[in-house]
DNA sequence: ATCTAAACGAGACGGTACGTCAGGTCTTGGT
DNA sequence: ACCAAGACCTGACGTACCGTCTCGTTTAGAT
């Protein structure tokens, strides 16, 4: 999680064997268990690991966790770049959501990843900067482009598109009162188009009835 | 939190004052310490009252907070009902994040609900019902006297324009990386009508190339 | 170890089959490994008691420990009486280092207390005025009656007529270089006498040469 | 404390340097917060020396505490020779507690050296030899010339004296119920004085009024 | 006026996990 | 071979809360 530059120093190396042994075990309880029951004692216990070892290289449970997730991921994450940005947005976004569907998976240890970081001021930091950002980056990319072929208004705030899809995203997974399916994909994407839309060009969009 | 029908039970009744001092304590323990350092352990102790008298009347520390988030609020939250849709729903915004912003304040709490709503199934049906849910159906009530008045398109759902409305409410909120202001609020307020605004008559929006 | 005036205090009261278990459980893992290898997760684990319940109570394994002896001693302890002093102050060393003698027995035990003692300054109150002073009482008493009787010198101190027998004691016990066995019993009472004895009448003991 | 023919072996010599950091750490850190808060740990620390250097040449901390106050006590020890037995007595005991007296000084660490040699059975035996049966043997030679010379009864068991006098300031340093001063060594030494000296010659000593 | 039953404060109970400390072992790179 | 450094596994520490379980004490409706 920090150093790497271990150039001269002395002492022992950090043991990559430990390592790894502490994100598998922290998979395995997140899929037995959920991310609520986890611990550190059992992150331990499970990875034949002293607890010590936990405590030098993260600084909580979640970090494992956020780190285990990242390793885990493949993750290219390259979005398709070929198509009209609603059939990239689109694909993006079902993507995305098909990620997060296994039933002890991804998207509940996100649950529980996001929950630490209203708990946990320091992994708060950690997980924007480790994961949140980086997936806005993504997407806000994919929306540059499409911007700068003229597919959305120049004058959107394409900060806030990105807030909009991946605010619907997380509050859907947090409340869970809707599923974040394919149709969801389709037609969040086909607002997210409206919303940022290039305004009728010469003939202004007349709201309404006028 | 459950029974009403005290009606003819024999032995002692609800301690009206008790339940007052728990729901003050856990505020006041809120503002002092925060969500995360708060336990039932401590709200008893500052309350002046048994461990027991908080287990009987709530399912977890969660649930009193909730209970005093809500007895807390005024909330009359009748939501402006004249003007434009595009007025009424910045208004209606910019009350809502202007609510979030104390220091140490509502904001706060909720992300701590929205937290255990991870991590405690039990709670997080509460959460949903009793908060969460509330506040949709106000947004949609606008939202559907809006479409009814030809404001909106007949055809887009409400449901979803709800969710990225609070979705972005609270991504922003759990996340932290961008203010809950009045600016978003009109920002917000007005990507909102673009996307559910009824499509230009008799010339619909060509997209891109073209 | 404390309070005993739990007259009118509110709340449960102390569970005397748990103080029990934890004195039992002392006594059976001392037998079975040792004092050094004592610890009070092991006591807690092995009485079916939680730790806080031992903290609660005692302020040490030591403390425990202690109270384990005391309990389990039958300890009439009435010196016997009658007899001239070489008598009975013989008996009283034999029967008490006979107390000692058992293998893994209260011997052991006491020599891990002494060691507790040694590292921790609150313990060491403890262990004086709950074993050591009441011992001391015991043979001082002996000790003032026999000098009543003339049969030790009116100006003797009797104080340090104890400290010899007890330091004799303490010493093999702790050094074991030398066993604590009736022998030594015989002989110890038999130079306590002599450095006690009241000068001889009238013939004054001429030291040396003569 | 082990090896000493490092004859003909290869490799890097045993670092003098090292060696005296470690017992000048020691030393200092039992000066600084006494035996029960010392470790290894620490001690390889405040010696800038690696823990296994300690761990190569002693087998626990208490042998490296033994070491170090062995090493740092000039004491030649030579007890004074001339003199009656009483007059010599006197003085050996004097000087003795003498050297134990200093606040967080010798007194309190051979505390805890003893207290280690309850615990430690390995140690035990270092501290037998290597300190204790030192100082008895000391002693017992002081008597020996004594007894050679008829100031003690030929049949008297050295032995116990010499028990008896280490066990009396051994018991006051580790229960610390009175003090080690001069005032005990002239009345030790005049009662082991008593219980050893030769028995009146030709007209026995008559016990008391009979 | 008693009886009965629930709620109350207090606080002890068996537990789980926390984060820290030290023990003793094992690498690693440098001398 | 030895050394300083430091990572490693182990295991105990003492603490905080958890949710449950007595206690003896109110409080109130039903008798």
Redesign the interface.
């Known amino acids: 999680m920090d150093q790497d530059a271990s150039k001269g120093r002395p002492g022992r190396k950090r043991s990559e064997q430990s390592r790894a042994a502490v994100l598998q075990a922290a998979l395995k309880l997140l899929r037995e268990q959920g991310?609520?029951a986890l611990s550190i004692e059992a992150i331990a216990r499970d990875a034949g690991v002293g607890k010590q070892t936990i405590y030098r290289w993260w600084t909580s449970k979640a970090s494992v966790v956020l780190e285990a997730l990242v390793a885990q991921a493949p993750t290219p994450l390259a979005p398709p770049s070929h198509g009209?940005?609603?059939e990239v947005l689109e694909a993006f976004l079902a993507s995305t959501f098909q990620a997060l569907k296994t039933p002890r998976g991804t998207g509940d240890i996100l649950?529980?990843l996001?929950?630490?970081?209203?708990?946990?001021a320091q992994f708060?930091t950690e997980f924007?900067t480790g994961l949140?950002?980086r997936r806005?980056e993504l997407l806000r990319s994919v929306l540059a482009q499409a911007q700068a072929?003229?597919?959305l208004a120049a004058d959107?705030?394409l900060?806030?598109?990105v807030?909009?899809a991946?605010?619907?995203?997380?509050?859907?997974l947090?409340?869970?009162?809707?599923p974040l399916d394919r149709a969801?994909a389709h037609?969040?994407a086909s607002?997210?188009?409206?919303?940022?839309?290039p305004s009728?060009p010469r003939?202004p969009?007349?709201?309404?009835?006028a």
Chains 1, 2, 3, 4 share one sequence.
């Open positions: 991310y609520a009209s940005l609603g649950r529980g996001m929950a630490e970081a209203q708990l946990d708060a924007r949140i950002e806005r072929r003229g597919e959107v705030d900060f806030l598109l807030d909009m991946f605010g619907v995203m997380w509050y859907r947090l409340v869970g009162h809707a969801l037609e969040l607002l997210l188009l409206r919303a940022g839309a009728a003939r969009s007349r709201p309404t009835k």
